[in-house]
DNA sequence: ACTGAGAATGCATACTAATGCTACTTAGCG
DNA sequence: CGCTAAGTAGCATTAGTATGCATTCTCAGT
C-alpha cells in the first residue's frame, strides 16, 4: 500500500507522543502490536522525514517530535504546511472538534486556525497537545473537520 | 584537571550554539583546535549532561542545545497516583466534563490523562486548575466519570 | 496489458553513540 | 603520610542508527 507510509508515520507521532520511546527497536515493537511491520531502516527513514530528535532526558534518550521542523517561518506557517506534520488525530462531537497535535504544537495550530477566520469556527482553544474547536452548528463541523482532514493529508494547497 | 570539565561543556555549548555539528567525533576535532582533547566517550556524557539533542534537519543530523530537552515535563506518574491528590472537584454535561484541580496542576493531570489513551475521551485542554475533557458520547462521559471518581477516592488500581 | 519512472522497503553493513570497567587524580581524615 | 571516597575520563565493547544497493510495488502513459 502507497497510503501505507503517511498512516504509519501518522502512528509514530502518536505513539511518540503518547509513551517514552527510546529506540526504534522499541517503536518497531508497538508498531506491530498495531499492525505495521516494518524494518529498522523504514522507522529510521520516518524519523527522519518526520524530524524526530532524539533527546536526553532524567530517565534515557528519548524520541520526541517538534514543531520546528514543521514551521517555516516563526508561527506564520499556513494551517497547509502545518496540519500534515503535526496533527495527530481528528474528532468531533455535537458542534465541537477536538484536534490532538504532536506534543507542544496545539499553540501554533490553533493559531494558523484562528487566522483563517472561517465563519464556521466560533472559536478555538488550545492546550498543550489538545485544540477545542467550538462551531457554529453540527454542519459547520462537518465541514470544517472534513477541511482539516484533508489538508492534514498532503502537504498540498488550500 | 577537574574543573576544565565544566570550561569543555561550556564550549561545547557555544559551539553547538555557532556552528553545525552533526557528529561527536566532529565535535570532539572543533574543540581540539580550542585546546581541548578528550575522547568521544566523554562528549557522548558532555552531552547526556547537556541534555543536548541531534535532530534532523534539511542538512541532515544536527546537535542542538535547548528548547525540546528543557521543555520536557518531569510528572509522568499515573492517574491512580495523581487524582486522590490533585483532583478537586468532578462535573459534566452532555459529553463533556470538567475536573477541577489544585491550582497549577491541570496540565499534569491532563498529561497523565491523555497517556491513558481512552477511546473514550476525544481530548482533554488544561488550563491551570481546569480540564475540559470531551468524550465520545453522553455514555462515554458516565463511563470516564465514574472511573475518574473512583480513582480520585484512593490509591488504587487502574 | 505493457512498460518505464519513481517511491518505498528490506538487507547487509558502515557509521556513530552509549556504557561497563578500570585507572587516576584530588580532597578530606585519622 | 597512607587510606578512602568522590569525581573524571579513557579503553574496549556493545548498542543503536544511517545508508548504499537491489528488489518490489505503483501508477501514469501508451
Redesign the pocket.
Known sequence: ??????E?QHAILELIGTREI?????LRQLLLKHGW????????????DLRIA?V?TDR??R?VAGAEGAMEDGGRAPLAALLPQLMVRLDGVAHQIVLRTVTGSAQTVAHALDREASPDILGTIAGDDTILMICRSEQARERVARRLALLARRPGRT
Open positions: 500500500m502507497t497510503a501505507s507510509k503517511r504509519r527510546g529506540s526504534q527497536e522499541e511491520d516494518v524494518t529498522q531502516s523504514t522507522l529510521s527513514r520516518d524519523l527522519r532524539r536526553p534515557g534518550l524520541y
